[in-house]
């Protein structure tokens, strides 16, 4: 009996003493992993793991964003100073009013004496932006960007918007063109609808575009704009 008791004590001694190991075992090593290498292990200057911060995914997808908004601003700003660009290089003054409260550059061109000019004026804003886009998909590059990105959409927004709603608006750009020349507002549609669509098309085969509308974010990758 007497045996058992000791034998069940020595036991308990025993597993006391290896639960204590274990657990001053595990105290060091936490408390090494918090410190860094012990002097004089020659680890001292390794580069230690940071803890992961989600402040550091929100600050990277705000900056995602903010460059694709600056790369849309890009392509709308290159469509209007086309616009008064080719109305001083053919020797007029554009101006800038307002149509509707909306500020509006005017050509200074009269287009019942200049239709040809006027319709020039008229189509430079997204020949302009057609014409960066083809340079962005054509010319060799790291592609990608978020800025980059920005412009491509940029560009296929604005032909978007003005084959759309902006079709027949009072200075719409397509009904210009069409009372200044000899094509319709569906063939002008279709030309530079065409190109928009064959544009896009080509962004959706390169790799480099894939997850057009993604950035990152605290919880993995974001899908679409975030206001």
């Excluded at 902006?166 to 063109?177: E, H, Q």
């Amino acid at each position: 009996m007497l045996a058992n008791k000791i034998g069940v004590r020595s036991r308990r001694a025993m597993t006391s003493g290896l639960a204590s190991l274990l657990l001053l075992a595990g105290v060091t090593a936490t408390a090494r992993g918090q410190t860094g290498p012990p002097p004089g292990s020659g680890l001292a200057g390794t580069a230690r793991a940071q803890p992961y911060s989600s402040s550091d995914a929100v600050g990277t997808s705000d900056n995602y964003w903010r460059r694709v908004a600056i790369g849309f601003g890009i392509s709308l700003f290159a469509h209007e100073t086309a616009h008064v660009l080719t109305s001083l290089a053919l020797g007029f003054h554009p101006y800038l009013a307002l149509d509707h409260g909306r500020p509006t550059i005017f050509s200074g061109i009269d287009s019942q004496k200049y239709p040809h000019k006027q319709f020039l004026f008229s189509a430079a804003g997204l020949t302009t932006q057609d014409l960066i886009n083809e340079a962005i998909l054509d010319i060799p590059h790291s592609r990608g960007g978020a800025i980059e990105r920005g412009i491509l959409a940029g560009g296929i927004g604005t032909t978007l918007f003005y084959l759309t709603l902006g079709r027949n608006g009072s200075v719409s750009d397509i009904a210009f063109m069409a009372r200044t020349s000899s094509l319709s507002k569906t063939q002008l549609s279709l030309i530079f609808g065409g190109v928009s669509a064959i544009q896009a098309l080509r962004i959706s085969r390169d790799s480099s575009y894939a997850h057009f509308f993604v950035g990152p974010t605290e919880n993995g990758l974001c899908i679409g704009f975030r206001y």
